[in-house]
């Protein structure tokens, strides 16, 4: 059992940064990804930004964010940030981080929330122009 909770949300005018954070408990260590995703009003959820907890941190970006956002762990804390750049409207949003195992090859599952298995409760992101 995972358990996810995240912080770091607030609203922020545009061009602006923000960094949120996931803190990660489980039971029993494990490889694994953790996930980003955002849900505007309206829309589907999209993966944003993953990390794999070993394999030498491993990490991969949506085009839409890449380049203004950053995902970084502290594995001491049980921790994964978000640094957020260059914020625009368009990625107002609830933030989620999400966990799953790592696929046998010790590759991190694809980017769709069905993937992945364990979820924290949000945090909103608002950004005003």
């Known amino acids: 059992q995972i358990h996810l909770v995240e912080s770091g949300g607030g609203s922020v005018q545009a061009g602006g940064s923000l960094t949120l954070s996931c803190v990660i408990s489980?039971?029993?260590?494990?490889?694994?990804?953790i996930t980003w995703f955002r849900q505007a009003p309206g829309k589907e959820r999209e993966g944003v930004a993953r990390?794999?907890?070993?394999?030498?941190?491993?990490?991969h970006y949506a085009d839409s964010v890449n380049g203004r956002f950053i995902i970084s762990q502290n594995n001491a804390r049980n921790t994964v940030y978000l640094q957020m750049g260059g914020l625009e409207p368009e990625d107002t949003a609830m933030y989620y981080c999400?966990?799953?195992?790592?696929?046998?090859?010790?590759?991190?599952?694809?980017?769709?929330?069905?993937?992945?298995?364990?979820w924290g409760q949000g945090t909103q992101v608002t950004v005003s122009s």
């Open positions: 489980e039971d029993t260590y494990s490889r694994k990804c």
């Open positions: 990390i794999h907890n070993t394999a030498g941190g491993w990490r």
């Open positions: 999400a966990a799953a195992a790592v696929r046998p090859d010790n590759s991190c599952p694809v980017l769709l929330p069905g993937a992945y298995k364990y």
